[in-house]
């Protein structure tokens, strides 16, 4: 299987815990992205990387959210003290020169 | 900033012809992707124009006008499986943003 891959699939968080998720993005794509889509919406960007570095953090909600790149492949975004407003599907993307490819996602429920 | 708008839902009928466009505002531009998403699932890759023109793959065309700041996803022939949201993106310096996607229903 050489597509990226993203865990945990699925996950139920109390309202106010932290979570953790994590992106195994296509070997040797350097530039990663992650998107989050509630129910019935578009893409919302969050933020990408190119390599280790994230050159656009803009799309991050608040200061609540946080993602990584350490060693330029596995990325983990984490969210803490989750509300039940980030409760979506978090996509993960891993892109070439002129394709662009998705993981499953992460489903979020904050309850 | 950018703007990406795209018709919200179409209906075309099996076995036709349906033309899904996307008008887009940036202040960069570097290329516009298509995908489709099926209910539940994460979009897949469809194309990818850099150029002016029209590029061809299989049932599926993509157009790309830079100058207008217009796209067009053309599928042909039709089928049920068509069914599903096609999300038009953005290349803007490497940050992808994406339209609002059009959800296409065919009837039988």
């Known amino acids: 299987g050489a597509g990226v891959s993203q865990s945990p699939r699925y996950k139920v968080a109390k309202r106010g815990q932290d979570v953790a998720l994590r992106c195994d993005p296509i070997?040797?794509?350097?530039?990663l992205y992650w998107y989050r889509q509630s129910l019935g919406q578009g893409l919302e960007f969050l933020i990408y990387f190119q390599g280790n570095s994230a050159p656009d953090k803009s799309g991050l909600p608040s200061d609540r959210f946080f993602a990584e790149r350490p060693e330029g492949s596995v990325s983990t975004l984490k969210i803490q003290r989750t509300q039940q407003e980030d409760s979506a599907v978090y996509l993960c993307?891993?892109?070439?020169?002129?394709?662009?490819?998705f993981g499953p996602g992460t489903r979020l429920t904050v309850l | 900033g950018q703007n990406i708008d795209q018709p919200t839902e179409m209906t075309a009928t099996e076995g036709a012809i349906v033309q899904i466009n996307c008008t887009y505002q940036?202040?960069?531009?570097?290329?516009l992707f298509w995908y489709q998403q099926h209910a539940g699932e994460a979009p897949t890759f469809l194309s990818y124009?850099?150029?002016?023109g029209l590029e061809e793959k299989g049932r599926f065309s993509s157009f790309l006008s830079r100058s207008k700041g217009y796209s067009y996803l053309l599928l042909k022939e039709l089928q049920m499986k068509d069914s599903a949201s096609y999300l038009c993106a953005v290349n803007r310096d490497d940050k992808i943003i994406f339209g609002k996607g059009t959800r296409l229903h065919i009837l039988p």
């Open positions: 070997s040797g794509h350097t530039a």
């Open positions: 940036t202040s960069g531009f570097n290329g």
């Open positions: 124009n850099v150029l002016d």
């Open positions: 993307a891993s892109r070439t020169v002129n394709e662009q490819f």
